[in-house]
């Protein structure tokens, strides 16, 4: 039973702890730091409570919708709670195209949801602009706020948005972000400078 694990130095474990797929222990304000494994119950705990924004854009709202019904039933993993207020949603499903005088409100409910959150973006419109290329149709909603996850097709069927809500929950037991070391969009900076020229 005398292996290299019986006698690692005391430099090679705390490498090793740092080098956990969370990216070591967690800081709380008051120097209180959480061990990994705390961080792993709670994200296996948040990842079948997630409740997303009721937010639809577009036709992929239907879909969405769909998904919410009995056939396809997403309540089975505690996912059917919409949250009609960002205050109480973990995070944001962005259902179709977005334009471009819709961008601040879309920035404004995304800042509203607390922190952690997760983004999906729904539907070929919400990731690319798909076949709306003009002036007033956002081409890509990962130009306003970060997306974690993208869910193509036109609309996407709601399988494909279960998948998708899979990927969420696999990154909430990770506590994974698109928002990680994220520094600032640069399309939400032109937004901000407009809303303060009209104020």
């Known amino acids: 039973m005398d292996g290299p ?4 130095e005391d430099a090679d474990v705390r490498a090793a702890l740092e080098a ?21 119950v709670l994200g296996f705990g948040r990842s079948f409570s997630f409740w997303p924004l009721l937010f639809g854009l577009a036709c992929c709202a239907i879909e969405m919708m769909a998904l919410g019904g009995s056939r396809f039933d997403m309540a089975r993993f505690g996912m059917e ?5 960002p205050r109480q949603a973990d995070g944001m499903i962005v259902a179709g195209w977005c334009t471009v005088k819709m961008a ?22 919400a990731i690319s602009g798909n076949i709306w290329d003009t002036y007033h149709v956002v081409q890509g909603i990962d130009s306003l706020i970060p997306v974690d996850v993208y869910v193509p097709g036109c609309p996407p069927r709601p399988e494909a948005l279960w998948q998708g809500l899979e990927m969420i ?12 070391g994220l520094r600032r969009i640069p399309a939400r900076d032109l937004v901000a400078a407009e809303s303060e020229g009209q104020a």
Do not use: F, N
């Open 5 to 8: 694990l019986r006698h690692a």
């Open 20 to 40: 956990e797929t969370l990216g070591g222990p967690v800081r709380l304000p008051g120097g209180i730091a959480l061990p990994v494994q705390i961080e792993r």
């Open 81 to 85: 709670a919409m949250r009609a207020s």
């Open 104 to 125: 601040p409100r879309v920035v404004r409910l995304y800042e509203q949801i607390p922190d952690p959150k997760w983004v999906l973006a729904m539907g070929s419109c």
């Open 169 to 180: 929950r696999d990154r909430v037991k990770q506590s994974r972000h698109a928002y990680d």
